[in-house]
């Protein structure tokens, strides 16, 4: 796999943004093998991502943000450069339902997903034998409804002891308190089904079904305090007609999850992903 440097930028918008960066970047003899950038009119934000050969720019990604650091000032930028040799460290998250492990799990070991997944945590313990058979470090963190502060603080604490960069809720059917939404914001990414706010509760295909609908999706986000509210990185939709049953919907909906969340992590890896108040700017 080729080696880069990733540099990431969201600032304010005025003339010369790319041009100062192009010509620092080619300054340090850097080659810029992709480059994606976006200018919002109506906040007037400028959104940047580029990915650089890191063997062409000769020094190290911490010198080469030393020397970025006095343009990122001139324009007041907010950014990361980051070296894609150092692999992120991703936990999952589930419950009962399978679909969303196995997919993920299944793509990190074909090497679809560009990092470790170092650790699974859940509140049942039914997919310890799936998870060890990959090799990863099961922790069962069964949830109490009447003491849900005490689970937390185990889970919060083998996030910790795992040194996760990124936290995936992989159908895991607990709502985070808002201390652990706090200490991870950004970092931890979910994915439901797009009937919310219509068809909440248990059975949402079942509902969806006696209700005729037309369209069954996914929605793929960042976690925030609010339920199921947060900027969110990517969508899909599949159609259904009256001829399929509650089963088909439940079916498809699966497939519709699965894929929406390996994208969107993926996405999230690759540092595709910039936040904008609730909003985000995805460069896919």
């Given at each position: 796999?080729?080696?880069?440097?990733?540099?990431v930028v969201s600032c304010p918008d005025r003339v010369g943004i790319v041009a100062r960066v192009s010509s620092f970047i080619a300054q340090q003899g850097?080659?810029?093998t992709e480059a994606s950038q976006h200018s919002d009119l109506e906040t007037g934000c400028f959104f940047m991502r580029y990915e650089i050969l890191?063997?062409?720019v000769g020094m190290s990604v911490e010198a080469l943000r030393d020397a970025f650091a006095p343009v990122a000032s001139e324009f007041?930028?907010?950014w990361s450069l980051v070296d894609t040799q150092h692999r992120r460290r991703v936990v999952l998250m589930v419950s009962r339902e399978s679909h969303c492990l196995v997919d993920l799990l299944y793509r990190w070991q074909a090497g679809e997903l560009d990092c470790d997944i170092v650790g699974v945590i859940s509140n049942h313990d039914d997919m310890r034998s799936l998870t060890e058979w990959y090799g990863i470090p099961y922790h069962h963190v069964p949830v109490d409804p009447d003491n849900k502060q005490v689970s937390f603080a185990k889970v919060q604490a083998e996030i910790d002891s795992a040194r996760a960069d990124c936290v995936v809720l992989a159908r895991y059917m607990q709502i985070l308190p808002p201390e652990l939404c706090a200490r991870y914001a950004g970092r931890v990414i979910n994915i439901h089904?797009?009937?919310l706010p219509s068809f909440a509760g248990a059975k949402p295909y079942h509902q969806a079904y006696q209700r005729g609908v037309k369209l069954i999706g996914a929605t793929c986000h960042y976690v925030t305090e609010e339920l199921d509210a947060g900027p969110i990185i990517e969508q899909d939709i599949h159609r259904v007609s009256h001829c399929h049953t509650p089963t088909d919907l439940v079916r498809f909906g699966r497939d519709v999850e699965k894929a929406v969340l390996a994208r969107g992590l993926r996405w999230h890896l690759e540092d595709r992903v910039l936040v904008h108040g609730n909003k985000t700017v995805v460069f896919s």
């Open positions: 796999m080729s080696h880069y440097y990733r540099l850097g080659s810029i890191a063997d062409s007041n930028m907010q089904h797009s009937f």
